[in-house]
């Protein structure tokens, strides 16, 4: 990654009221590279070490959920499992419900009238489930 990059992403934490350390800037590097593929924390902490990052499965566990108080990354939890998202615009996704692969979806796909909703909404999560295209081409053949 450049130094412009790591720069980035240090402003980012500062930005959001953390201190910078080499491991967040290790964690946060990863997931941001990785756009798109929803790690857990065990898949993060495995990826860092055969990266050669000395760094614990329990820091790991403790950066996500820090990065996720701060709003540095958002947590998608599907099947138990939380997964992790360094896009935090709160755009839907779409798991695959035979190969388990999950998607980003555009934020337009989905349209809320939020003048309708009489409550304060902090959060949206939206999840669409269904058998992703991979998985029904590879029915065809």
């Known amino acids: 990654m450049k130094k412009s990059k790591i720069e980035d992403l240090a402003g980012l934490l500062k930005q959001k009221g ?15 590279n ?3 593929t929803h790690m857990s ?8 070490v055969k990266k050669g990052v000395k760094i614990s499965r329990p820091s790991v566990f403790n950066i996500v ?11 998608i939890e599907i099947a138990g499992v939380k997964r ?4 935090t615009d709160g755009h839907p996704h779409f798991i695959c419900t035979r190969c388990g692969e999950i998607y980003d979806l555009p934020t337009d796909t989905i349209v809320i009238n939020y003048d309708m909703i009489p409550h ?22």
Not at 18 to 32: D, F, S
Not at 84 to 87: E, I, K, Y
Not at 120 to 135: A, N, R, S, T, Y
């Open 18 to 32: 953390m201190y910078v350390t080499k491991q967040r800037l290790h964690v946060l590097k990863l997931l941001v």
């Open 34 to 36: 990785a756009r798109g």
């Open 41 to 48: 924390a065990d898949e993060i902490y495995r990826e860092l």
């Open 65 to 75: 959920r820090a990065f996720q108080e701060h709003g540095v990354i958002d947590e």
């Open 84 to 87: 992790f998202d360094a896009v």
């Open 120 to 141: 304060k909404v902090e959060k949206q999560e939206i999840k669409l489930k269904g058998i992703c295209q991979k998985c029904l081409e590879k029915k065809k053949t």
